[in-house]
C-alpha cells in the first residue's frame, strides 16, 4: 500500500510547481497562463450554460437553484453515476425528454471540458478539496466562469494560482461560502468596520466539527471498486491508493490531507467569514498549534488524517491603520473559556457550540452560528448582549449601510455576475487572502508545539518541511 509522509517533501509535483524555491520569487512557480477564449460574459436576458463537475451531496445544492432559475445545464460531470442519474430525472421532470437528452454527462472533469468546455459559460465545482483547484482552472482557461465549493482549493500555492489565471482570463469567480449572501452577515460586517468595538485585537472562532472521521489512520487493504464509481477520476490529482468501502467516498474523505482540509478548511470559511471581513484581515505573519489530539495514533505520528481536535494560533499583520489581531481558531467541540466573554453567559447561558467572537478596547461582538447571520454585541459596562438590530449603537440611523444586499442569494449573485448585473461577494479579491490564512492554519496542524513565520509576500515559511507542504501533489496525467 502506498504511504506519502506528510512532513517530507511531496514527490510528483508536476509542471513548475516542481521548482518551488524557498528562497525566490513566487511568481516563477506557476505555470504560463493561457486561454483558448474571451470570458464568456451574457446578457441579462440571456441563459447561461452551465457544465456541473460534482453532481451529488453540496453539488446538488449549488447547481439546482441555478437551473431553477432558468439557466441551461449543459453537462453533467460526478465520479459517481448515481447522482447523474438522480439528475437527469430531475432535469427530465422540469425541462422534457428532448432537453435531458441534450445533456451530456461524464465521470472525468478532463474530458467533460475538453467536449464541452466550449458550450459553457459557466463550470460549479463541487467535488473533494483535491480537484476543486485542476477543475476550476482548466474551466476558467476556456473562458468559463467558475462558482467553486468551499475551500477554494486545498493548498496555498493553488490558491494563488487559481487567483493568477481568474485575474488573467478576466472570468467572473464564486467560492461557495454561502451565507456570505445573507443580510445579517454584512450587517454584522458594517458594524464592525464602523468601529464600534473601537480597536479590535483578539478574535475566537470555533466549531463542532469534525463531524466525519479524523485523527485516524488509513486502513489496509482494498475493496471491490463499485460498477458506478470512477475511482481513477475520484482520486483525480492525488497519490493513487487502494478504494475501501465506506472510507473515503462520499463523505468522510474531508479529514485525509491528500483529499480535504479537515474541520479547519472545511469550516473556517463560514465561521471565520464576519471577523475576516469586518477586520479586514490580510497576512498571516506567524502560525502556532497550541493543543492537539489525534496526531499520535497507535504510537505512531499519524501523517493520514488531520487531528480530532486542535486550537490554532494565528497572528494577522497590522493593516490600514487597524492592530494587529491574534485570531484562535478551535475545532472538535473545542471552545474558548466562557471567562473570557462575562455578557455572552449573561445573556445565553453558555458558549454556543460554534460561532466567534471578537474582542475590541470599547466592547465585544459574538457570533451564534455557523454562517454569522446572527450577532449580539456588548459595549464595555453593559452587563449583557443585546442583538446587533435591537443595540441602539448598532442601529441604521447611527451606522447608515454600505454594503449590497444579495436579493437573490449567493448562488444566483454568482449568475448575475455572468450577466454583468451583479458582483460576487466571494470572488477572489476576499476568497483568495482568507483562504491563504486558514491555509497556513491547517498547515500549522501538522507542526504542533512550534510557531512558524509565514512569508506572504515571498509565500514561504522558511521552513523545510513546512513549505513542502505549500504545494499539492499533482498526479501524472492531471496536470494542470
Given at each position: 500500500?502506498?504511504?506519502?509522509?506528510?512532513?517530507?517533501?511531496?514527490?510528483g509535483?508536476?509542471?513548475?510547481?516542481?521548482?518551488?524555491?524557498?528562497?525566490?520569487?513566487?511568481?516563477?512557480t506557476?505555470?504560463?497562463?493561457s486561454?483558448?477564449?474571451a470570458?464568456?460574459?451574457?446578457d441579462?436576458?440571456?441563459?447561461?450554460?452551465?457544465?456541473?463537475?460534482?453532481v451529488?451531496?453540496?453539488?446538488?445544492?449549488d447547481?439546482?437553484?441555478?437551473?431553477?432559475?432558468?439557466e441551461?445545464?449543459?453537462?453533467?460531470?460526478?465520479?459517481?453515476?448515481?447522482?447523474?442519474?438522480r439528475?437527469?430525472?430531475?432535469?427530465?421532470?422540469?425541462?422534457?425528454?428532448?432537453?435531458?437528452a441534450?445533456?451530456?454527462?461524464?465521470s472525468?472533469?478532463?474530458l467533460?471540458?475538453?467536449?464541452?468546455?466550449?458550450?459553457?459559460?459557466?463550470?460549479?465545482?463541487?467535488?473533494?478539496?483535491?480537484?476543486?483547484?485542476?477543475?476550476?482552472?482548466?474551466?476558467?482557461?476556456?473562458?468559463?466562469?467558475?462558482?467553486?465549493?468551499?475551500?477554494?482549493?486545498?493548498?496555498?500555492?493553488?490558491?494563488?494560482?487559481?487567483?493568477?489565471?481568474?485575474?488573467?482570463?478576466?472570468?467572473v469567480?464564486?467560492?461557495g461560502?454561502?451565507?456570505?449572501?445573507?443580510?445579517g452577515l454584512?450587517?454584522?460586517?458594517?458594524?464592525?468596520?464602523?468601529?464600534?468595538?473601537?480597536?479590535?485585537?483578539e478574535?475566537?472562532?470555533?466549531?463542532?466539527?469534525?463531524?466525519?472521521?479524523?485523527?485516524?489512520?488509513?486502513?489496509?487493504?482494498?475493496?471491490?471498486i463499485?460498477?458506478?464509481?470512477d475511482w481513477?477520476?475520484?482520486?483525480?490529482?492525488?497519490?493513487?491508493?487502494?478504494?475501501k468501502?465506506?472510507?473515503?467516498h462520499?463523505?468522510?474523505?474531508?479529514?485525509?490531507f491528500?483529499?480535504?482540509?479537515?474541520?479547519?478548511?472545511?469550516?473556517?470559511?463560514?465561521t471565520?467569514?464576519?471577523?475576516?471581513?469586518?477586520?479586514?484581515?490580510?497576512?498571516?505573519?506567524?502560525?502556532?498549534?497550541v493543543k492537539?489530539?489525534?496526531?499520535?495514533v497507535?504510537g505512531?505520528?499519524?501523517?493520514?488524517?488531520?487531528?480530532?481536535?486542535s486550537?490554532?494560533?494565528?497572528?494577522?499583520a497590522?493593516?490600514?491603520?487597524?492592530?494587529?489581531?491574534?485570531?484562535f481558531?478551535?475545532?472538535?467541540?473545542?471552545?474558548?473559556?466562557?471567562?473570557?466573554?462575562?455578557?455572552?453567559?449573561n445573556?445565553?447561558?453558555?458558549?454556543?457550540?460554534t460561532g466567534?467572537?471578537?474582542?475590541?478596547?470599547?466592547?465585544?461582538?459574538?457570533?451564534?452560528?455557523?454562517?454569522g447571520?446572527?450577532?449580539?454585541?456588548?459595549?464595555?459596562?453593559?452587563?449583557?448582549m443585546?442583538?446587533?438590530?435591537?443595540?441602539?449603537?448598532c442601529?441604521?440611523d447611527?451606522?447608515?449601510?454600505?454594503?449590497?444586499?444579495?436579493?437573490?442569494?449567493?448562488?444566483?449573485?454568482?449568475?448575475?455576475?455572468v450577466?454583468?448585473?451583479?458582483?460576487?461577494?466571494?470572488?477572489?479579491?476576499?476568497s483568495?487572502?482568507?483562504?491563504?490564512?486558514?491555509?497556513?492554519?491547517?498547515?500549522g496542524?501538522?507542526f504542533?508545539?512550534?510557531?512558524?513565520?509565514?512569508?506572504?509576500?515571498?509565500?514561504?515559511?522558511?521552513?523545510?518541511?513546512?513549505?513542502?507542504?505549500?504545494?499539492p501533489?499533482?498526479?501524472?496525467?492531471?496536470?494542470y
Amino acid at each position: 500500500m502506498f504511504q506519502m509522509n506528510r512532513r517530507s517533501f511531496v514527490k510528483g509535483a508536476a509542471l513548475a510547481v516542481s521548482s518551488f524555491a524557498v528562497n525566490g520569487c513566487v511568481e516563477d512557480t506557476y505555470p504560463s497562463v493561457s486561454r483558448s477564449v474571451a470570458p464568456k460574459f451574457r446578457d441579462a436576458k440571456e441563459k447561461i450554460k452551465i457544465g456541473v463537475v460534482g453532481v451529488g451531496g453540496k453539488g446538488w445544492s449549488d447547481w439546482t437553484p441555478m437551473f431553477d432559475n432558468g439557466e441551461d445545464i449543459v453537462a453533467l460531470c460526478d465520479v459517481d453515476r448515481k447522482p447523474v442519474e438522480r439528475a437527469l430525472k430531475y432535469i427530465y421532470e422540469r425541462r422534457g425528454a428532448e432537453y435531458a437528452a441534450k445533456v451530456k454527462c461524464y465521470s472525468d472533469y478532463r474530458l467533460m471540458l475538453d467536449e464541452c468546455g466550449k458550450l459553457c459559460d459557466a463550470v460549479t465545482v463541487s467535488t473533494p478539496d483535491h480537484t476543486h483547484g485542476p477543475a476550476a482552472i482548466r474551466a476558467m482557461r476556456q473562458g468559463c466562469h467558475v462558482y467553486v465549493q468551499k475551500p477554494l482549493v486545498r493548498t496555498i500555492w493553488e490558491a494563488h494560482y487559481f487567483e493568477k489565471v481568474a485575474k488573467e482570463c478576466g472570468v467572473v469567480t464564486q467560492m461557495g461560502n454561502q451565507g456570505s449572501a445573507n443580510s445579517g452577515l454584512r450587517r454584522n460586517v458594517e458594524v464592525l468596520q464602523a468601529g464600534v468595538l473601537g480597536k479590535m485585537t483578539e478574535v475566537h472562532v470555533w466549531t463542532n466539527r469534525p463531524i466525519w472521521p479524523q485523527g485516524i489512520l488509513r486502513p489496509d487493504g482494498s475493496d471491490p471498486i463499485p460498477e458506478n464509481l470512477d475511482w481513477n477520476s475520484w482520486i483525480g490529482t492525488a497519490p493513487m491508493r487502494p478504494y475501501k468501502q465506506g472510507v473515503y467516498h462520499t463523505f468522510k474523505w474531508r479529514g485525509f490531507f491528500d483529499f480535504g482540509t479537515g474541520a479547519f478548511g472545511d469550516m473556517a470559511c463560514h465561521t471565520m467569514n464576519v471577523p475576516f471581513r469586518g477586520l479586514k484581515l490580510g497576512a498571516v505573519e506567524s502560525v502556532e498549534c497550541v493543543k492537539i489530539e489525534g496526531n499520535v495514533v497507535d504510537g505512531r505520528v499519524n501523517d493520514d488524517t488531520y487531528p480530532s481536535k486542535s486550537i490554532v494560533k494565528l497572528h494577522y499583520a497590522a493593516r490600514e491603520g487597524m492592530p494587529p489581531v491574534t485570531l484562535f481558531w478551535y475545532d472538535g467541540n473545542l471552545k474558548p473559556s466562557a471567562d473570557i466573554m462575562p455578557a455572552v453567559i449573561n445573556t445565553l447561558g453558555s458558549v454556543p457550540n460554534t460561532g466567534c467572537l471578537i474582542i475590541g478596547d470599547k466592547g465585544m461582538m459574538v457570533s451564534t452560528n455557523d454562517y454569522g447571520a446572527e450577532a449580539y454585541v456588548a459595549l464595555n459596562g453593559e452587563a449583557k448582549m443585546k442583538s446587533v438590530a435591537k443595540h441602539p449603537a448598532c442601529a441604521e440611523d447611527v451606522i447608515k449601510p454600505f454594503l449590497p444586499r444579495a436579493a437573490k442569494g449567493h448562488y444566483l449573485e454568482f449568475v448575475n455576475a455572468v450577466k454583468g448585473t451583479d458582483r460576487c461577494f466571494s470572488d477572489i479579491d476576499v476568497s483568495v487572502p482568507m483562504l491563504e490564512g486558514m491555509l497556513v492554519g491547517c498547515i500549522g496542524q501538522c507542526f504542533p508545539g512550534e510557531k512558524l513565520a509565514w512569508n506572504s509576500a515571498r509565500q514561504t515559511f522558511g521552513n523545510r518541511k513546512a513549505d513542502a507542504l505549500i504545494t499539492p501533489y499533482i498526479r501524472q496525467g492531471w496536470e494542470y
